[in-house]
């Protein structure tokens, strides 16, 4: 069973737009950590947001902010006023305790357009 | 620029062949992690080693193998290769290893198998 699940596989929206991507979350685990990762045109995976299970406080950085629900087991994330650059796959991850190691189990990603 | 470093950047081979990944973590970073990305299984955790030691395998393959070296670099061996192991390699590095980490990842290496 996934345990990431993104069901928007792509998205395109006018720049300026707000958009939010979803991200619903499987785990046993009372104690993990799940993730957003940015993986732009140049391919590399750039790290976003970390955030514990432990902390449902939402976080704004700027244009992004986060919405965590453990009620709903989902983490989704939301930019503000789109830009071009903002044109990416986003990957949503889950670390969980029990493994006692770190190893991320990542959603299938959202591809994202941003049309100027 | 995450300070995770892996060469080369791109590899074309053939099939049978076997070739060597190398990355080199972050400054002060003690724990390597491999990933595949490929089109049809995903971002999927292969091996992770903390200070030279295998912490955790994911969905690697016998014909694959990682070792961690004393001054931290790793390296992923790939043997045998097949047409379905082209993808896209990713190695990623953090402090601990453990799960509170963030895992910081390198550029990538492109590999092409013919």
């Known amino acids: 069973a996934q345990k990431v699940t993104q069901a928007q596989t792509e998205i395109s929206v006018v720049e300026k737009e707000d958009v939010t991507l979803d991200c619903v979350y499987e785990?046993?685990?009372?104690?993990?950590?799940l993730f957003w990762y940015k993986q732009p045109p140049s391919g590399e995976l750039v790290f976003l947001i970390r955030?514990?299970?432990?902390?449902?406080q939402n976080e704004i950085s700027g244009r992004y902010s986060w919405n965590f629900q453990k009620s709903t087991s989902s983490f989704n994330f939301t930019i503000t006023a789109s830009q071009v650059v903002d044109s990416a796959v986003y990957f949503c991850?889950?670390?969980?305790?029990?493994?006692?190691?770190?190893?991320?189990?990542f959603g299938t990603g959202t591809r994202l357009t941003v049309i100027p | 620029d995450s300070g995770v470093t892996q060469t080369p950047k791109h590899l074309i081979t053939a099939t049978g062949q076997r070739v060597t990944l190398r990355c080199s973590p972050r400054s002060g970073d003690l724990s390597v992690y491999w990933y595949q990305q490929s089109l049809d299984q995903g971002l999927q955790f292969l091996i992770q080693y903390y200070n030279g030691e295998e912490r955790a395998k994911g969905n690697i393959l016998e014909r694959f193998s990682a070792q961690q070296f004393p001054d931290l670099h790793s390296e992923l061996n790939l043997s045998s290769l097949e047409l379905g192991d082209s993808a896209l390699y990713f190695c990623a590095s953090s402090v601990r290893g453990d799960y509170t980490d963030t895992q910081y990842f390198g550029p990538g290496t492109r590999l092409t198998v013919l």
């Open positions: 785990t046993r685990d009372t104690t993990y950590y």
């Open positions: 955030r514990n299970s432990f902390d449902e």
């Open positions: 991850a889950l670390s969980e305790a029990r493994t006692g190691a770190n190893n991320l189990f």
